[in-house]
């Protein structure tokens, strides 16, 4: 186990009810990372693969069918990892000292064996949370609880019908509601509930924001914010781009941002991000590729549902885990190389992480602390 693995575990326990000293350690991090990235952009023959986070498309088969996803439709198509192929991928998981496993898709909860998944990484110790859009909570919770589960965010996608317009399918915010519901009654806060709200033209709105914000009060599920994509390789920017966003939008958006600020000044739980990383977010949206700040994505490893193994979502291919094993493709020249191209941005570029990008790059923090 890892120096910081071993910190998080003995620290976790005092920092989980103490908001404050919990930000002090965020700080801390931030601090340590901008200090590393001023180092690299000067000497990047230092830069060096430390994989912490795993992401694991357990299948690409959704209940939905999204505007802006190609899941469910023509993005690796009927593909699944199957469980001895899971568990010998988290053996080689836990023997690297990764931090975190996240479980999508797809929709993960169409894995038959999304139990058996999770009762191994709980198993194993390994942070695990699941990224889902909510529909099967219901019928699922008692299972993953049972096998240790605690941790679950949920694709938001708009209030009410918005929602409905967006998944394409009629009655699913309803359904949505209900699901949340359901775990918030019977497990309390003993599920940690997060919103992955997504900030796309038909969301840019105040009157969104609040419906979304009273939504999140209501089922005590904090807001991550993320923004709609222009180079991944499931994601679109919907038909003609009319999810997408352009100058002429610059003032709906910076209206947004207000908006979010002057919530979370009210109730700082619902919402973490910083106020340099939410300033960032109309100048992410509206630049693109052109948004030029140095990508931390050495840190992740993703992993498809046919099998294959990238640095990240978008690029940066290792292998496939029906050739070889993870422990096998992880630190050989092409992924030194892969992290080294990906902090200098020879790449599509893309805004995954934002907040972090924006938080350890000491000019970047700067310009959007001042604003």
């Keep these: ?64 069918r999204c505007k802006a996803c190609r899941y469910g439709r ?51 110790r390994l942070r695990t949370y699941l990224t889902t859009n909510g529909l099967l909570l219901r019928k ?30 009629k009655d699913r915010f309803d359904q949505l509601e209900e699901n949340i519901a359901y775990v918030r009654e019977r497990y309390g806060n003993e599920v940690r509930l997060t919103l992955n709200w997504l900030l796309m033209k038909p969301t840019c709105s105040i009157d969104t924001v609040r419906e979304t914000w009273a939504f999140a009060t209501r089922y005590n599920a904090p807001i991550c914010i993320n923004l709609i994509h222009h180079s991944l390789p499931y994601f679109t920017e919907g038909q003609d781009r009319e999810l997408a966003f352009s100058e002429a939008d610059r003032p709906a958006l910076d209206a947004v941002v207000e908006e979010f600020m002057r919530l979370q000044h009210r109730d700082p739980h619902l919402l973490q991000s910083t106020p340099a990383i939410l300033r960032s977010i109309p100048d992410w949206l509206i630049k693109g590729p052109n948004m030029r700040v ?38 050989t020249q092409t992924h030194i190389d892969a992290a ?6 020879n ?10 990008r924006v938080s350890g790059h000491a000019p970047t923090r700067q310009k959007y602390m001042t604003a």
């Design 294 to 331: 140095p990508c931390d994505r050495h840190r992740l490893i993703w992993v498809g549902a046919d099998g294959t193994v990238q640095m990240c979502y978008v690029t940066f291919k290792l292998g496939n885990l029906h050739e070889k094993r993870l422990k096998d493709m992880l630190f």
């Design 140 to 169: 699922k919770i008692d299972d993953l609880f049972a096998a240790g589960l605690r941790v679950v965010q949920v694709g938001m996608y708009g209030i009410g019908e918005d929602y409905n317009q967006y998944v394409q399918r």
């Design 340 to 345: 080294r191209d990906a902090f200098k941005l």
């Design 74 to 124: 023509d993005f690796m198509p009927g593909q699944q990892l199957a469980l001895p192929v899971v568990r010998d991928l988290l053996d080689d998981v836990k023997a690297l000292n990764f931090e975190v496993v996240r479980l999508y898709g797809g929709e993960p909860l169409l894995h038959k064996q999304i139990a058996e998944i999770v009762e191994y990484c709980t198993k194993l």
């Design 1 to 64: 186990m890892s120096t910081h693995s071993i910190l998080r575990e003995l620290l976790e326990p005092v920092y989980r009810d103490r908001p404050s000293l919990k930000e002090q350690l965020r700080a801390a991090q931030a601090q340590l990372n901008r200090l590393r990235t001023s180092a690299w952009e000067r000497f990047p023959q230092l830069i060096y693969p430390h994989p912490e986070h795993i992401y694991l498309v357990l299948t690409a088969n959704c209940n939905l």
């Design 347 to 356: 790449c599509p570029n893309c805004h995954c992480a934002y907040g972090n």
